[in-house]
């Protein structure tokens, strides 16, 4: 199995290439939207996911491809931290990829977005566009590649073996949920049809791949 990393440096084919057992037939609708749904109200604010990201993808020291934001509710005297997972959602229609100067942002028959970083310039102007147009502030510049754009890509690499991704996976709340869409079954086919799952940026009309159920 390639790494993640590896599938990065040799660019947009290699990450194509190695997801051709879950693309369609040409012609053919793909069989597979990969999707992930994250419930807040098993968010324990643990960051697990968040050090299983980074662990997994070889993030460079101090960033992050995955986040647990925190902040205080209060109703009356009642008092609590809540806790938001957050990352790059996949959007049906992402604004990186129509801003990007160098057409190295794709998406996939899968609805996962991908980064060409044979295409990618890492330029501070190109990260900016980029980084500037995505609503959810998920794209990160890592020093280590002359600041090429990443962010996640729901595991590539894992999902080439049939895993799940590494935040999945981890989190012990099972606060992420995730699957197929286009054939799902189980925990993952019930929350498809909670009546509150809803895009982090619905209030935009932002249509993406992660959803949330809000807090109760």
């Known amino acids: ?19 051709l057992p879950i693309k369609a037939m040409a012609g053919q609708e793909s069989t597979v939207r990969y999707q992930m749904i994250v419930d807040q109200n098993r968010c324990m604010g643990c960051q697990t996911c968040v050090l299983a990201c980074k662990a997994q993808n070889d993030i460079a020291p101090s960033q992050f491809l995955t986040r647990v934001l925190i902040r205080e509710e209060k109703k009356g005297a009642v008092a609590r931290q809540v806790f938001k997972p957050v990352g790059c959602n996949q959007c049906e229609s992402p604004r990186c990829l129509t801003a990007c100067p160098y057409k190295a942002i794709s998406k996939l028959d899968n609805g996962i977005v991908v980064t060409d970083w044979t295409l990618c310039r890492g330029v501070k102007a190109c990260n900016n566009a980029c ?84 807090l109760r």
């Open 131 to 214: 980084g500037n147009a995505c609503p959810f502030h998920a794209r990160i510049a890592d020093p280590r590649f002359a600041g090429k754009s990443d962010k996640c890509d729901y595991c590539a690499d894992r999902l080439e073996t049939e895993l799940q991704p590494a935040c999945v996976e981890a989190c012990p709340a099972r606060a992420r949920i995730f699957g197929n869409s286009r054939q799902a079954n189980g925990e993952f086919a019930k929350y498809l049809q909670h009546p509150a799952l809803s895009s982090s940026r619905a209030e935009q009309s932002i249509e993406t791949n992660t959803k949330y159920i809000p």
């Open 1 to 19: 199995m390639q790494s993640r990393r590896n599938l990065l440096k040799q660019g947009i084919m290699a990450v194509t290439a190695a997801m």
